[in-house]
């Protein structure tokens, strides 16, 4: 038997090996992990790895399984398509990763790495992909996730056409599908009809046939789409490259770098791109800030010639995908 004192001895010890454990808890080092500290007390969302926002029904109902069990019951899509579950406590950490893993999933990273990729549905289901962005994403995801920048934060957004909605132009390195078109002046009947569908008035019709201003053109494909001769078509395909693109309280928008880049450039480019920024950058910084400390001829110099794609190193063919400037305005 113990006595009163002893108890409380006891019990102070035990609370204070608590405390302790709680003090050595590394909320950046959980927070790389997934694992992200809510204002509640012991509580935490976790983030479950999700590339390019696809899943299967199998995860849902796995996502939804755990919610219940271990969570607040609610789930959060995030804004870069990952699925959030609410209010986990830090003593369920094991058995939660342990439920993921039945099914082969995992939970997500954060902190100074390189993130989950963002896109769209591409040329999968999508009428107006132009490429393969589910493919490239998860093979990005597949080699890259979870690479350690030693700075910041490394977003990587992968747009499937030039309505660009996963906002390649905000990413830290960004993908778009661009085509450029090419006629068969044997098969055009005249009708005009991509004359009529080019916003950028990048064609106009010359001894009935139209002529494209390569100026003007931004490889969105409008012309091939509505060609009803099929006189239009497409002369090669490939990506758009930006990078230095971010939100946060100082926004910017990427700098265009390439173009016509293949897919096997695109999986070559992101380890150098980030190897790049590994190497320049300071502190916390991202890479727009990096390559704007640096210049943009010295990350075209030293990351995009040397692998042989087409460089952009005009002000003007930058402009004509939208990019005034490297601020937000």
């Known amino acids: 038997m113990h006595s009163p004192e002893t108890q409380g001895s006891e019990a102070t010890r035990v609370l204070l090996k608590k405390e302790s454990v709680k003090l050595k808890m590394d909320f950046n080092e959980l927070k790389s992990g997934g694992f992200i500290k809510q204002v509640q007390k012991d509580l935490f969302v976790v983030r479950l790895r999700c590339p390019g926002g696809m899943l299967t029904p199998e995860k849902l109902r796995k996502a939804a399984d755990v919610a219940e069990k271990y969570g607040s019951g609610q789930i959060h899509l995030s804004i870069r398509q990952s699925v959030e579950i609410i209010g986990v406590h830090h003593k369920d950490f094991k058995a939660v990763t342990e439920e993921l893993a039945q099914i082969g999933w995992s939970v997500a990273s954060c902190g100074p790495r390189i993130r989950v990729p963002n896109t769209c549905g591409g040329c999968s289901y999508n009428p107006n992909g132009l490429v393969d962005t589910i493919g490239l994403c998860n093979e990005i995801d597949k080699r890259y996730f979870g690479t350690p920048t030693g700075h910041h934060k490394f977003k990587i957004n992968i747009s ?170």
């Open 160 to 329: 499937g056409c030039s309505i660009d909605c996963p906002d390649s132009r905000d990413a830290d390195l960004g993908f778009q599908g661009i085509v450029e078109p090419e006629l068969e002046p044997d098969l055009c009947n005249a009708c005009t009809l991509c004359v009529k569908a080019c916003e950028e008035e990048a064609l106009v019709m010359e001894k009935d046939l139209p002529v494209r201003d390569k100026s003007k053109c931004q490889y969105c494909g409008e012309c091939i789409k509505v060609c009803p001769m099929d006189a239009m078509i497409r002369a090669r395909t490939g990506w758009l490259v930006r990078v230095g693109g971010k939100h946060g309280k100082h926004p910017m928008y990427g700098y265009e770098v390439a173009k016509f880049v293949t897919d096997q450039q695109a999986l070559d480019l992101v380890p150098k791109v980030q190897q790049w920024y590994s190497a320049l950058a300071q502190g916390r910084e991202r890479i727009g800030v990096t390559v704007k400390k640096h210049g943009l001829q010295k990350f075209i110099d030293e990351v995009i010639k040397p692998m042989g794609v087409e460089a952009i190193e005009t002000p003007e063919e930058r402009k004509k995908f939208y990019s005034e400037g490297n601020i937000y305005q």
